[in-house]
């Protein structure tokens, strides 16, 4: 797809603002737009700050990757309705195909899909792991069955389960214990209210890379809880015991591994950051700049986002731009700002519905995650 002249135009588009050398993309998703991504490695590609564009939701051929494992055979999505995932710990458990899902229900929702590890790479510590900046996110809008309606059609809740699980549908590499290296992930069963079984993301079906044919999404929940090719989806009394779910994806202090008593890597917390200007966009002209990027609340709606020029001490209302695509989506900001000559700390802040306001600092911790720190996302550009 989209071998043809876009794909020049779109590469000479870039290299204006993107000139910095990457690995090649990965056969798996040679598809992508090399120009707009990072490649850290095989299974991790970041989309470049410089290459969010303002239309809010992020183009399927822009969207960042990450993957615990290989991605399975391409022969899954051969025929994506014959795709089967298991339904427990519902009162009539069962197994469902893509095609009788799809006669289940139907919703839409835009979220914000953030890997857990976005921001990593300001985390002095320099925890290891992908060294992600901003570009391990996304906005994208996913189609499929609310997870509501597939357990209405299963009788109901069996009581006392207090876990949703879900099983990703990788084949596991033999001769290692299966736990420790296969995706699945359990969040608190009220997470179900706003999740998907989805089948299409951005108005095509999911690309294979992203979890076709049937991924789980959750909307609100960091990027790890959103299994791609899910196979089985279990009410469970309790988490999960894979790796990924009991030691792996905590909050763990500082130099201390994980363990089950640690917070899970759960909810997203407010986070916002600049788009453009940015390192990328040069030596800028003395004058109006329009300052603009992306803020999300996390579980709630965006209220607002303010914008400082001056590393922090003052702040500036920004206008929220674009449409409003609903409390889990980003919103896009702008502020026009007449910048003197010089060196300038720009950055923005997010504050939500409820009045949780995107945290200044990050919390230390061993892995590198969640970092919200508006301080270190800030941009500095010069004025000629
Ligand atoms: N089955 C499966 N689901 C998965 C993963 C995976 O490796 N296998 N990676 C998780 C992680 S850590 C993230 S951040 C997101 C990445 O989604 P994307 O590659 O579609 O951007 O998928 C999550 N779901
Ligand atoms: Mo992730």
Redesign the pocket.
């Known amino acids: 797809m989209g071998l043809g002249l876009g794909a020049f135009s779109r590469t000479a588009v870039a290299q204006a603002v993107a000139p910095a050398a990457t690995k090649p993309l990965p056969d798996y998703v040679a598809w992508k737009d090399p120009a707009a991504l990072i490649v850290h490695t095989s299974?991790t590609l970041e989309t470049r700050r410089a290459a969010f564009g303002t239309s809010v939701i992020t183009p399927n051929e822009q969207?960042?990757?990450?993957?615990?494992?290989p991605a399975p055979d391409p022969e899954i999505v051969a025929d994506r309705d014959a795709w089967q995932v298991a339904v427990e710990g519902v009162k009539s458990p069962r197994t469902f195909t893509v095609k009788e899902l799809k006669g289940l229900g139907l919703e839409t929702t835009a979220m914000v899909?953030?890997?857990?590890?976005n921001g990593r790479g300001f985390f002095p510590s320099k925890p290891s792991g992908t060294p992600w900046q901003v570009g391990?996110a996304?906005c994208v809008v996913w189609s499929g069955v609310p997870v509501r309606a597939v357990v209405e059609a299963t009788g109901g809740l069996v009581d006392g389960l207090p876990f949703m699980t879900a099983t990703?549908?990788?084949k596991l590499p033999e001769g290692v214990d299966p736990k420790s290296v296969m995706?699945e992930?359990s969040v608190p069963k009220e997470a179900m209210a706003d999740a998907l079984l989805a089948w299409e993301m951005n108005g095509v079906p999911i690309p294979l890379?992203?979890?076709g044919p049937l991924?789980l999404v959750i909307p609100g929940y960091?990027?790890?809880?959103?299994?791609?090719?899910?196979k089985r989806l279990a009410f469970t009394a309790q988490q999960s015991d894979a790796r990924i779910q009991s030691t792996g994806y905590r909050m763990s202090p500082p130099g201390q591994k994980g363990d089950p008593s640690q917070p899970s890597i759960w909810e997203m917390a407010p986070k916002s950051w600049i788009n453009t200007p940015n390192a990328d966009t040069g030596p800028l002209a003395a004058g109006l700049v329009q300052i603009h990027g992306v803020g999300f609340g996390g579980m709630n709606a965006v209220r607002g986002i303010d914008v400082s020029v001056d590393g922090g001490k003052t702040w500036t209302a920004a206008r929220l731009v674009g449409p409003d695509l609903g409390k889990y989506a980003w919103r896009q900001f702008v502020l026009a700002v007449n910048l003197p000559a010089g060196t300038h700390t720009l950055m923005s802040r997010v504050t939500d519905v409820k009045g949780n306001v995107q945290v200044e600092l990050a919390q230390n911790n061993a892995s590198g995650y969640s970092n919200s720190s508006w301080r270190d996302h800030a941009v500095r550009v010069t004025v000629a």
């Not at 969207?63 to 494992?69: C, K, V």
């Not at 899909?113 to 590890?117: A, E």
């Not at 960091?222 to 899910?230: A, D, L, M, P, Q």
């Open positions: 299974s969207l960042y990757i990450r993957n615990n494992l899909l953030q890997c857990s590890g391990a996304g990703g549908g990788e995706v992930r890379a992203h979890g991924r960091n990027g790890v809880n959103n299994v791609k090719y899910i």
